[in-house]
């Protein structure tokens, strides 16, 4: 049974930073992307980053871009999001969900499982 685990969100203020973690099991497969994506309250999930694991290709939404990275652990599942430079605007749940193919999917509806979540919220 495949199973994702986020963890490390919590309080923050803004300008400051946080690690989240994406702990995938429950499969052997190398080809497959974990994509993180938030939620925040009244507003549709929004597609945050990915990394395909086949090549190591990685994405950003725009909002996004030169503040949070996306790492994976050499060897291992473990995908990692370093928010840094926070805004209050970026308070929200965030997931990771996983797609099994040799690409990053244009749209979450394509991620086959998905974790609970963890929640960050920014304080200004």
């Known amino acids: 049974q495949v199973h994702l685990v986020e963890s490390g969100g919590g309080l923050v203020q803004s300008g400051g930073s946080l690690r989240l973690s994406c702990a995938p099991s429950?499969?052997?497969?190398?080809?497959?992307?974990i994509g993180w994506f938030r939620q925040a309250p009244g507003k549709e999930r929004e597609g945050v980053s990915c990394?395909?694991?086949?090549?190591?290709?990685?994405h950003y939404a725009d909002s996004v871009k030169g503040r949070f990275t996306i790492s994976r652990e050499n060897g291992k599942k473990m995908v990692y999001l370093q928010l840094d430079s926070l805004k209050p605007e970026d308070t929200a749940v965030y997931s990771c969900?996983?797609?099994?193919?040799?690409?990053?999917?244009?749209?979450?509806?394509?991620?086959?499982?998905w974790g609970q979540g963890t929640q960050v919220t920014v304080s200004s």
């Open positions: 969900g996983i797609f099994f193919g040799s690409r990053c999917p244009r749209s979450d509806y394509e991620y086959e499982f």
């Open positions: 990394i395909n694991n086949s090549d190591g290709t990685i």
């Open positions: 429950g499969f052997t497969s190398n080809y497959y992307a």
